[in-house]
């Protein structure tokens, strides 16, 4: 026998059946992806899809190149004639953003878009953490005032109530500032760490000249008390940014959505500017961030569009429906409503015409395939989950009838004319 093949390291199946370490089946997806379908209608979204392989330069300079996300973890490979760098997409936001650019979506209208699809990043794969992983994403552009930051906090926290884990997530906020104010921070606290240089470990020493306000990110216990005494972003923010902050958290406010202010967090991304925010949970162990985005006033013009003031939002949908699976509610039941069966001569082509009209009148129907004893095929039929059997063996054949046999045993079995067997489920099944 040939070795069997197994999958990249922190890539994950979904099957129809649920895994000893991976608990979300294909289903349960599926039914989450319809909940997102219908959730972002309501709130008046389009959807985006773009390709899974862009170009590295727009990753570069979108999340910037200083980060772990580009500097470590991206899956980066030459396109055949060398010249090219070409990237699997760690995120969503710099390719849709990418795309509204190159097909000048905005010239008209500000745009309300969606996505959803697989990410890629080369982290150390655990729990809720994966290589593949997955996101549905959110951007809002072209929208300079507040009401955005607020409205798009409250179609999350929308999403949490119909998955029934508004329970089980945080929200926190943080005002990161304009591009001066950051900069007159970041001199502040360039200045603060360099008195306690020696005592920082290696990855903080060198975010202290790259990126020094991810120090303050920093999970060593030891140096908690060095990023709690830092200077704060929000002491150097303007009275603009203040405003739109504080109206911001003023809508919060009266739209009942419940924040802690956390002035250390920084994302891990470098577009953002003025509003950030993150939903965290203490159920899934290190991987505490399910969502997580804030404002990108400056990156499409970074990107070769005009100014173009934009919020958006992404939720790791692994970490998302680990959570749901566990502690919320989601209906995922693909099992098909009927199992045909058959067995003796002509039966197979009668039984096949009755699954083809149960079909068309809406039943999801499992036929079985093969010529297996009725018994065997009764064992498939439980199997599968179904609720109702028909059966055509040669008698029914012969005289034109069905059989039909309740699975869940409430209504026993009979045997009715053919063209009584859809008012006789549907009689069952109300
Ligand atoms: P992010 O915080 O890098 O933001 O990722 C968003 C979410 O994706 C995280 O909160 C987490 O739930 C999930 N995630 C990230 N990495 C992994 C991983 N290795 N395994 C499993 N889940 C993961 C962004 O990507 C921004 N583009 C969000 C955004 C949209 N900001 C504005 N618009």
């Excluded at 030459?78 to 969503?92: A, C, M, V, W």
């Excluded at 250390?264 to 950030?276: F, K």
């Excluded at 498939?380 to 028909?390: G, I, M, V, Y």
Aim: charged content about 25%; proline content about 4%.
């Amino acid at each position: 026998m040939s070795r069997k093949i197994q999958s990249v390291k922190g890539m994950n199946d979904l099957l129809p059946i649920e895994q000893k370490d991976f608990k979300l089946t294909a289903s349960f997806w599926q039914a989450f992806e319809e909940v997102v379908a219908r959730w972002t209608l309501r709130y008046g979204y389009q959807q985006i899809r773009t390709p899974i392989v862009e170009q590295t330069g727009l990753f570069v300079r979108s999340i910037g190149e200083e980060t772990d996300v580009v500097g470590k973890e991206m899956y980066t490979f030459s396109d055949s004639n060398d010249t090219l760098s070409l990237s699997l997409r760690p995120e969503g936001t710099a390719s849709c953003l990418r795309a509204v650019v190159e097909h000048n979506l905005t010239y008209a209208a500000p745009q309300k878009l969606w996505y959803m699809g697989p990410m890629f990043r080369r982290e150390r794969p655990q729990k809720g953490r994966y290589r593949q992983f997955h996101q549905v994403g959110i951007e809002a552009l072209g929208f300079p005032d507040p009401d955005i930051d607020a409205e798009i906090i409250a179609m999350c926290a929308d999403l949490w109530r119909e998955l029934g884990i508004a329970d089980y997530l945080t929200l926190e906020i943080n005002c990161l500032g304009n591009r001066e104010e950051r900069a007159a921070h970041r001199t502040a606290l360039v200045e603060y760490l360099l008195q306690y240089e020696t005592q920082l470990d290696d990855d903080s020493r060198r975010r202290l000249h790259t990126n020094p306000l991810r120090v303050l990110d920093t999970k060593n216990p030891d140096l908690q008390e060095i990023a709690n005494r830092a200077p704060r972003l929000i002491d150097f923010l303007g009275e603009a940014s203040r405003q739109h902050h504080d109206a911001f958290k003023a809508l919060l406010d009266g739209l009942g959505i419940v924040y802690v202010e956390n002035p250390r967090l920084v994302r891990g991304l470098d577009y953002y500017n003025q509003t950030v925010f993150e939903w965290t949970t203490d159920k899934l162990g290190a991987q505490a961030t399910v969502c997580g985005g804030g404002r990108y006033d400056g990156l499409m013009e970074e990107l070769g569009g005009q100014p173009t003031p934009s919020i958006g939002f992404a939720m790791g949908i692994e970490r998302l429906l680990l959570l749901v699976h566990e502690f919320g509610c989601l209906k995922a039941d693909n099992s098909p409503d009927v199992y045909v069966m058959q067995q003796g001569e002509g039966s197979t082509l009668i039984a096949m015409r009755y699954a083809a009209q149960l079909r068309a009148a809406g039943w999801n129907v499992l036929q079985h395939s093969g010529s297996q004893k009725l018994k065997n095929q009764f064992k498939r039929a439980d199997q599968s989950k179904a609720r109702f059997a028909l059966i055509v063996a040669e008698s029914e054949a012969a005289s034109g009838s069905v059989t039909l046999k309740d699975l869940q045993g409430m209504h026993g079995q009979t045997t009715v004319p053919a063209e009584q067997m859809i008012n006789q489920l549907k009689e069952w099944k109300a």
